[in-house]
Each structure stands twice: as C-alpha cells, then as structure tokens.
C-alpha cells in the first residue's frame, strides 16, 4: 500500500521560513519522480517544484529562488525548504508521487497547511 505522509507545515510570519517533509511507503522511492503542489481557497492546485529521479528540478516561477525541493533516497523522503515566504504562499501543501511507467497511478498526501501571516 502506498502512503505519503506531509509533516512541517504550520502558521510563520511573512520573512519566515518552514522546511515540508513527505515520508513515502510502498514505492520504489529512488525511481519514482516527486513533487509538491499547493491549493489555496477558491484557486486550482498548482505545481509548485518537482525533482526528478535524477535529481533535477524544476519550479512555478512565483517560488524561484525562495523554495528548494530536494529528495533523500536512503530515507524515502522528499523535501520543500521555504524561505522568504509572503502571505500568497499561504495553501495546503500536497506531495506527490509519479511511477510513471511503473505504475498507471499517481498518489498523493493528505496536504499540510501553510500559513504566512502579514
């Protein structure tokens, strides 16, 4: 069975930085490629950074500079370190996991909700 499990989120003032974990089971994490999205009230969920299985990324040009997605093979885990963030971040984080051609599905969290206060 596969989980994904968001710990990190929490209420931070403008400036302030968090750093989002997403612990997987039931994949083979080191070939699967990852994600974080983020869903603000009334909006669409968004892509906000992906890392590939080799370790590239890629980021919605609102967090460049400011995010960094990284990925632990050896723990199963991947990461978004948040800085400078703006009340506009705040959303409920989601991770996700893409098998490709291994797997039809794609998974996701139950979301962490970040908060940036003015």
């Known amino acids: 069975q596969v989980r994904l499990v968001e710990s990190g989120g929490g209420l931070v003032q403008a400036g302030g930085s968090l750093r989002l974990s997403c612990a997987t089971t039931?994949?083979?994490?080191?070939?699967?490629?990852m994600a974080w999205y983020r869903q603000a009230p009334g909006n669409q969920r968004e892509l906000v950074a992906a890392?590939?299985?080799?370790?590239?990324?890629n980021y919605v040009d609102s967090v460049k500079g400011r995010f960094t997605i990284s990925r632990d093979n050896a723990k199963n885990t991947v990461f978004l370190q948040m800085n400078s963030l703006k009340p506009e971040d705040t959303a409920v984080y989601y991770c996700?996991?893409?098998?490709?051609?291994?797997?039809?599905?794609?998974?996701w969290g139950q979301g962490t909700q970040v908060t940036v206060s003015s």
């Open positions: 039931g994949i083979i994490f080191r070939i699967v490629a």
């Open positions: 996700h996991a893409d098998p490709g051609a291994l797997d039809v599905n794609v998974y």
């Open positions: 890392i590939t299985t080799g370790g590239s990324t």
